[in-house]
């Protein structure tokens, strides 16, 4: 089992930034990939970035240049810097971690970026 609990999420001017942390628990040791995710109201859940237990990472296109995602091994906590917001980014942010095989997810937190 694979516990995370999400923090850093807030109201921010466009433009502005903010930095998300997810830390995690449990049988850290097995996980693998992780990532986070992000649904906005009346939309489906969608990929905003991951990161390889190697290091290797991938983004949604409508993030890449702006948003910054970085795993510290040493304190199991992966996190999501994200810079030049939008109010397109608005949503709540979930953390996903994938160990042996099975998806663990985070409470979730709210971004809303004000125009």
């Known amino acids: 089992q694979v516990q995370l609990v999400e923090s850093g999420g807030g109201l921010v001017q466009a433009g502005g930034s903010l930095r998300l942390s997810c830390a995690s628990s449990?049988?850290?040791?097995?996980?693998?990939?992780m990532g986070w995710y992000r649904q906005a109201p009346g939309k489906q859940r969608e990929l905003v970035a991951a990161v390889t237990s190697g290091g290797s990472t991938n983004y949604a296109d409508s993030v890449k240049g702006r948003f910054t995602i970085s795993r510290d091994n040493a304190k199991n906590t992966v996190y999501l810097q994200m810079n030049s917001l939008k109010p397109e980014d608005t949503a709540v942010y979930f953390c996903?971690?994938?160990?042996?095989?099975?998806?663990?997810w985070g409470q979730g937190t709210q971004v809303t970026v004000s125009s």
């Open positions: 449990g049988s850290i040791f097995s996980i693998n990939a």
């Open positions: 996903r971690a994938e160990a042996d095989g099975t998806n663990y």
